[in-house]
C-alpha cells in the first residue's frame, strides 16, 4: 500500500547524545521520499528504520552545518557500491549562493569516484526565498529563516498535506512561514531558558512565536542533550492549554499524512 508519512530520524545536534541521532526527517509520499537535512550517520540511519537508500530522490539542506550536511557523502557511497542498483539521481535543494559548496568543498576529495559510477547521479538545485520547486508531485517551498547566511526552512506540500521544517534559527519573522498555511511545524527548541545559544530558539521563544499563529501542530526538535529534560519540564507545566498543540520531536516517530 501507498502510504505518506515523515519519519523522524533524528533530533539532536552536532553534540552527540545516545540513541539520538542529528535533526533529519524523512518524508515519505508514495513510493519515494525526500530527505530534510541529512547529518553524519544518515545512510545507516535511512536502512535501520527499513528505507532503501535509493528511496530518497530529494534532499532538501536547510544550511551547510556538519550535523546537516555531513552524511551527503555517505548516501553517495551507500548508492555507488550497491549493486543492486542499476540507475539513481538525487536533486540535492540548496541555497542559492552556497549551491557551490556541495561540489567545490564538500565533495571534491571524491570526485574521481563519483565520476567513475556514472549510474548514480546528482543534480544541484540552487533555491532561495520564495521559489516553488515541483518534484514528483511534491511542491518545495524555501522560506527564510535567521541562523547562517545558507539557512533556509521548507515547505513541503503533497495532495492536501503542508508540512513545514524551519532548520535551525533563532527568532525569525513566523510570517515567513505561516503564509504557507502549513498544519504541521518542526521548529528549532534547543534550550531551556535562561540557557540560550545565539542562533537558536530557546523553548519559550519557540513557543511565543507560533502561539499567536494558525499552525495547528508544532513538533519542537534539535534538541540540546543536557536541555531535553528541562524542556520536557516547561512543557509540562505550560500543559495542553490551546492551540497550537507543542509536542517535542522523538527519534523514530512517524507521523502520518
Ligand atoms: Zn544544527
Known sequence: MKTSHIH???????VPEPGNAPSSYLVKIASK?????????????????????EDIHTICFTHIHSDHILGLPEILFGLIHDNHIANHSINICIS???????EDELLK??????KKYQHINYRIIPVFSGTNILIDDVLITPFRVNHHESSLGYVIRTGSSSIAFSGDTDVFNINEVEKHNPEILFLDSSTCEPN????????????RLVSTTSISKVYLTHIMPGERKKIVEFLRKRGKISVPEILLAQKGQKIPL
Not at 542559492?96 to 556541495?102: D, L, S, V
Open 109 to 114: 576529495a571524491w570526485h574521481p569516484w563519483f
Open 8 to 14: 523522524i530520524l533524528g533530533t539532536g545536534t552536532s
Open 196 to 207: 540560550k545559544i545565539p542562533g537558536h530558539l530557546s523553548v519559550q521563544e519557540a513557543v
Open 33 to 53: 521520499a525526500i530527505l530534510i537535512d541529512s547529518g553524519p550517520g544518515i545512510a545507516q540511519y535511512i536502512v535501520n528504520e527499513g528505507y532503501h537508500l
Open 96 to 102: 542559492t549562493n552556497y549551491a557551490h559548496f556541495i
